[in-house]
């Protein structure tokens, strides 16, 4: 049994944490699609070829202010932080949203987040991010229902970890001019704010940020304990099809089964889109089917509420490339009242 106690600061006063990246939709309906895709808009600049080795090189924006600026495809890094806007696009359609008002369009953008310290940092609320124009208006990022996209959530960012998704924002068709900006607010850091130029030319990444985690990861069948809480990965399994629904050509589904024991005198109170994830090398979270979670006779719960000495076990489906990996699962005790997490390795 594994017990990481890890300290927690407060990284984004905005929040950078990704939920799942374009869903289609989470109908439940009994399609024989999956209603989950995990895929990134287009317009990235490249995902590059190297891995973010905790040092600089020529791509890194002049980080010569506690405000720094940069491009998209450009690194801004300490030694405590990195971020990358990887890329943009704009469309008229958005999972989760509909379709764009007449005149106006969906702006999207492609943020990669990396915890380059040796402590957790916490991932504060997302009110923060924002995108202006030089005549000084400001369109705050859309709200999209939990599991409809790669919007960034409340969560913990481990040692190592690395969280990619993307932002949305609703502007005028022919809007110009747009810069990506968020405010920091991190003991570990120096930064403040940051703001990357959404118009200027784009610089193609040598390097991008990817996992290299530096603590205990477990193996299936091992268990987490923190909060008065004992969450166990047990076993896992991949299936083409899950009921009514199918994973589609080259997609598979992958389904943990996972279990929750409540030793903590009261009941406690969970929840299965804010508190779990399974992310990729890159930290690109994968789409959980909420459409086959609905079908799935042993299905864990959306919100379950454990009773003390009880427990909670079943299914989460979620939708991956076929025979794609390394793939993380974590739990987030960080709702519970500990500043933990706890992440498995599933393949």
């Known amino acids: 049994m594994t ?13 950078v944490a990704a939920g799942t990246l374009l869903l289609a939709g989470c109908s439940g309906d009994g399609s024989t699609t999956p209603t989950g895709q995990s895929t990134i808009p287009g317009g990235s600049v ?3 070829g190297t891995t973010d080795d905790r040092t600089t090189t020529d791509e ?90 790669g919007q960034f959530t409340r969560g913990v960012l481990l040692p190592g970890e690395t969280i990619r998704g993307f932002v949305a924002f609703e502007v005028a068709t022919d809007s110009k001019g747009w810069s990506f900006v968020f405010d920091v607010d991190a003991a570990a850091t120096a930064f403040e704010r940051v703001t990357v130029d959404l118009t200027a030319d784009p610089q193609r990444p040598e390097s991008v940020f990817r996992q290299s985690l530096r603590v205990p990861v477990n193996e299936v069948g091992a268990s987490v304990s923190a909060a008065n809480l004992t969450v166990t990965v047990s076993e896992v399994r991949t299936a083409d099809s899950v009921g009514r629904a199918t994973a589609g050509e080259g997609r598979e589904f992958l389904l943990p089964t996972v279990r929750v024991d409540n030793a903590k005198g009261r009941t406690a109170y969970l929840g299965l889109t804010g508190q779990t994830l399974l992310t990729d090398r890159r930290g690109t979270p994968q789409a959980l089917d909420l459409g086959v979670q609905q079908q799935l006779g042993n299905a864990f719960p959306l919100n379950p509420n454990v009773a003390s000495g009880k427990h909670v076990e079943g ?25 933990e997490k706890g992440i498995w390795q599933l393949r």
């Open 60 to 149: 890194v924006a002049e980080l010569d202010s506690e405000r720094p600026s940069a491009v998209v495809g450009q690194r801004i890094v300490d030694e405590s932080v990195g971020f990358l806007v990887e890329g943009t696009d704009r469309r008229r359609e958005l999972a989760g949203r509909g379709e764009a008002p007449s005149g106006r369009e969906f702006l999207i953008v492609v943020l990669s987040v990396k915890n380059r310290s040796d402590d957790a940092l916490e991932l504060a609320d997302l009110r923060d991010f924002r995108v202006t124009d030089g005549d000084g208006t400001t369109r705050e990022r859309l709200r999209l229902v939990s599991q409809t996209g």
């Open 3 to 15: 017990d990481d106690r890890l300290s927690r600061r407060a990284l984004l006063g905005s929040g």
């Open 315 to 339: 299914e989460i489906p979620y939708v991956v490339t076929a025979g794609n990996g390394p793939l993380y699962f974590s739990f987030d005790f960080t709702s519970n009242g500990a500043d």
């Open 46 to 48: 490249g995902a590059g």
